[in-house]
């Protein structure tokens, strides 16, 4: 109970916002406090100046005014920004203290006053010492400790004097009242303080409820690490920051390899612990570089303070880190991360274009440099540009008139027989001339127009089919984004039933990173292609990273082995391989077609080693079916070989 009030008196419990808010509320009050006291002592030194020595009635309370002037001043020119919880709580202890002193003074003051005046005079000390500690206690209103010390140094003196000493019945019954009187007031002030300590409990609830939902607003749940949202306000805000002295600044885009497969074969829940071990793993290795978020899906990002080199060192670890097994529920996962980096060196950039920056480096990686972080480059913004070019004139091309397709043979490989066509598109801008597939197809995919570009390209396919023998299969390359959209995989299926071609004859080409990436969608579309009759290959096999096995799931009907194993550059170093390749698809009963066949070895090689059908610029280069027509016709060196 001591303990308590002890506690209670010296502020010893009261948390900062409290105390905080006692000061601002204190800084008004205080200082009329001191203005009632020396006013109200100057009125009653001025009531006793005829009956009591000037020290008393003059110089008593001058000092005190003078006293209570100089803290009036002090209060005023506090700066709340200078003071901090203690020092708060050390100033209201001595605001409390220096309120017991100064109440000790001015009673024993007024009391030795009484011994002065006659009735009159006595009235008005009993008068001073009422209101005074009234008004007091209502400047000490926030200040409850104060209060408490005001009226008790002043009432029970008051009380104890005229009850020990007097004798007087009016002036005991006027301390009494005084007495009553306040700790009636006491007990209303104590309602109005605890009033006040909620609401400012409230208060700060609120704001630490406000803080908290703006953390969680900017925090991603599975990972812990800053959210979308934040990483870009944080980046643009530091952007704005910036002028062409600051330090560089590399902006970084990770992604991960493989993970979406990981995720469709073992479920979410393995692929949120992945996702959360990769954050953890984040976090650790960009802890004291720089800060790191998870921007959605499998897409981090981070911000460092430092040049390309640097950034791309750290990296090249990080992507080690982040490529070593995930353990989670009972199975060990593999899977790798890509980066895009882009810096400001000597550049004034906005946000959204470093971001783009680092993105397109990050296309680079994922299409050429896998598990490896790579740096937007010069390279890089020559080609942007001119894919921008080739953007706005796909934009604007008219493709009933730009757009054509070529024909390539297909032939068996032993006999030479025609056995298939691939369609080829060719696209001549009438400002850029022609440019090849393999450009326009990704620039056609990013800006949408994709879909109309693969119903287009498939008719013209169908009227060329309906031309050729039909033994002759047609194959026609689709690519991740057609897999993906229902609609287009809906209007193929419309054109080819109205067509009078059989289904069977169709082949629809697509390269393992196409069905990979959403494996789902996939599975889905080519189910329903298949369902149809048509058949699928996979295109350009050996440049993915997929299993066959894995491949398996999905209704694939032939393989074709990418050009690089055939006639790249590496070729004849990877023979075995390729060999390998034949022999697998053979057990697995698949039929296999090496595209980019150049030279008699190359074919002499394939047709050893198994292979089942042939294509490339040895037998035929990709041509216009009227001159497919004419190349039919003629007699073949190649096929008598
Ligand atoms: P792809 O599906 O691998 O097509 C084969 C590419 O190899 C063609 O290039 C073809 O002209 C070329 N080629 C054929 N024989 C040889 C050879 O002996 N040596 C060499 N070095 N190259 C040979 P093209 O026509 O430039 O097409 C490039 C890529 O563009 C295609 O690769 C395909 O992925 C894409 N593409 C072409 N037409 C379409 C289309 O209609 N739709 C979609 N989605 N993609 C298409
Ligand atoms: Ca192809
Ligand atoms: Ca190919």
């Known amino acids: ?18 105390a905080a808010k006692q000061f601002q509320e ?52 506090y700066d709340p920004d200078s003071f901090d919880h203690a020092a708060i709580i050390h100033l209201l202890r001595r605001t409390a203290a220096l309120g017991c002193i100064l109440s000790a003074a001015y009673i024993v003051w007024s009391l030795r006053l009484t011994v002065f005046g006659g009735p009159d005079e006595r009235a008005h000390v009993a008068m001073f010492v009422g209101i005074t500690v009234i008004g007091c206690i209502f400047c000490l209103s926030h200040l409850p400790q104060g209060a408490v010390l005001v009226a008790s140094f002043t009432t029970i003196p008051y009380l104890l004097f005229y009850l020990l000493a007097s004798g007087n019945t009016v002036y005991i019954a006027i301390a009494l009242n005084i007495f009553l009187v306040t700790l009636v007031v006491m007990r209303v002030l104590m309602n109005g303080f605890s009033a006040f300590a909620k609401l400012v409990q409230s208060q700060s609830e609120t704001a630490r409820l406000n803080r908290e939902v703006t953390l969680l607003a900017h925090t991603d749940m599975l990972t812990g690490l800053p959210n979308r949202r934040l990483f870009f306000s944080d980046l643009r805000q530091m952007m704005a920051a910036r002028d062409a002295a600051s330090a560089p600044l590399s902006l970084g885009v990770i992604d991960l390899d493989r993970f979406k497969a990981a995720n469709d074969t073992y479920g979410h829940l393995v692929g949120d612990q992945i996702l959360a071990q990769v954050g953890a793993r984040l976090t650790e290795e960009f802890a004291g570089w720089g800060s790191v978020a998870r921007l959605g899906g499998d897409e981090f990002a981070f911000i460092l303070e430092a040049d390309g080199e640097s950034a791309i060192a750290l990296m090249t670890g990080v992507c080690q880190r982040l490529a070593e097994p995930y353990l989670t529920d009972g199975v060990t996962i593999s899977i790798g991360a890509s980066c895009g980096i882009a810096t400001t060196t000597g550049m004034k950039l ?36 001119s894919e921008r070019a080739v953007e706005a004139a796909l934009q604007a091309a008219d ?37 090849s597939p393999a450009v326009f197809v990704p620039v056609a995919e990013r ?35 057609d897999l993906t959209s229902p609609g287009t995989i809906l209007s193929l299926i419309s054109a080819l039933r109205n067509s009078e071609i059989a289904p069977s004859r169709i082949v629809f080409e697509l390269t393992e990173t196409a069905m990979l990436r959403d494996f789902e969608a996939a599975r889905e579309a080519l189910g329903v292609l298949s369902a149809l009759g048509a058949q699928i290959a996979i295109d350009d096999f050996g440049t993915g990273h997929a299993s ?58 394939l047709r ?8 490339g610029y040895l037998i035929a280069r990709p041509m216009p079916a009227a001159a497919l027509r004419d190349w039919m016709k003629a007699p073949r060196a190649v096929a008598a070989a």
């Open 447 to 481: 800006t949408g127009i994709v879909h109309r570009l693969t119903v287009k390209l498939f008719d013209m396919a169908l009227a060329a089919a309906a031309d050729l023998p039909d033994t002759t299969a047609v194959c026609f390359n689709l690519s991740a984004h």
């Open 608 to 615: 050893e080693a198994g292979c089942d059908a042939l294509q």
């Open 26 to 77: 204190l800084r008004s009050q205080v200082p009329l406090l001191y203005a009632l006291l020396s006013v109200n002592a100057l009125a009653l030194g001025y009531t006793h100046y005829e009956a009591s020595p000037v020290w008393m009635s003059l110089l008593v309370p001058g000092a005190l005014a003078a006293i209570g002037g100089l803290r009036a001043i002090a209060w005023l020119r």
């Open 350 to 385: 906005d946000a959204s274009t470093l971001y783009e920056r680092a993105d397109y480096a990050l296309y680079t990686s994922k299409s050429s440099r896998r598990g490896l972080p790579t740096l937007y480059s010069e390279a890089h913004e020559a080609a942007v540009r």
């Open 1 to 18: 109970m001591l303990k308590n009030a002890m506690q209670w008196l010296t502020l010893a419990s009261v948390g900062p916002e409290m």
């Open 548 to 605: 066959l096995s894995y491949l398996r799931e999905l209704p694939i009907g032939r393989v074709k082995i990418d050009r690089s194993f055939v006639s790249g550059e590496k070729a004849l170093e990877r023979r075995d391989l390729l060999g390998a390749v034949i022999a697998m698809c053979r057990s697995l009963g698949l039929p296999c077609v090496a595209e980019g066949v150049e030279t008699e070895e190359q074919m002499a090689f």
């Open 399 to 435: 493709l009933d008139r730009e757009l054509t397709i070529h024909l390539q043979p297909v032939v068996n490989a032993r006999t030479h027989a025609l056995s298939a066509v691939e369609v080829l598109a060719r696209w001549t801008s009438p400002t850029l001339g022609p440019i």
